[in-house]
């Protein structure tokens, strides 16, 4: 079992950047895939990036690349997403989650976190 803790969520303007963490316990990580989601406000949920167990492999949303950047420190169990850049569409719950295998659709992640939110103002 893993489980999994967000943080770096906020409030700011557009332009500005955040970090979100994802603390993992229970178990080692360093053999999942790990991939970032996100839910806004009457919307489904969606995919943002992900990354293959090494570490390597990144893929990305259109709508956030060359802004976002994930990565991880398996040593320290946590992976993050750099987000700069931000716009007001960015607003929305932000997920982490673990996975046998990287993938784009929620249903490839067994281990999902709480979410932390992230509000972009214009």
């Known amino acids: 079992q893993v489980q999994l803790v967000e943080s770096g969520g906020g409030s700011v303007q557009a332009g500005a950047s955040l970090r979100l963490s994802c603390a993992a316990s229970?178990?080692?990580?360093?053999?999942?895939?790990m991939g970032w989601f996100r839910q806004a406000p009457g919307k489904e949920r969606e995919f943002v990036a992900r990354i293959r167990w090494s570490g390597g492999y990144t893929y990305y949303a259109d709508s956030v690349k060359g802004r976002f950047t994930i990565s991880r420190d398996n040593a320290k169990n946590t992976v993050y997403l750099q987000m700069n850049s931000l716009k007001p569409e960015d607003t929305a719950v932000y997920y982490c989650?673990?996975?046998?295998?990287?993938?784009?659709?929620?249903?490839?992640?067994?281990?999902w976190g709480q979410g932390t939110q992230v509000t972009v103002s214009s």
């Open positions: 989650a673990a996975g046998p295998v990287v993938g784009v659709t929620s249903i490839r992640y067994d281990y």
């Open positions: 229970g178990r080692t990580i360093s053999s999942y895939a």
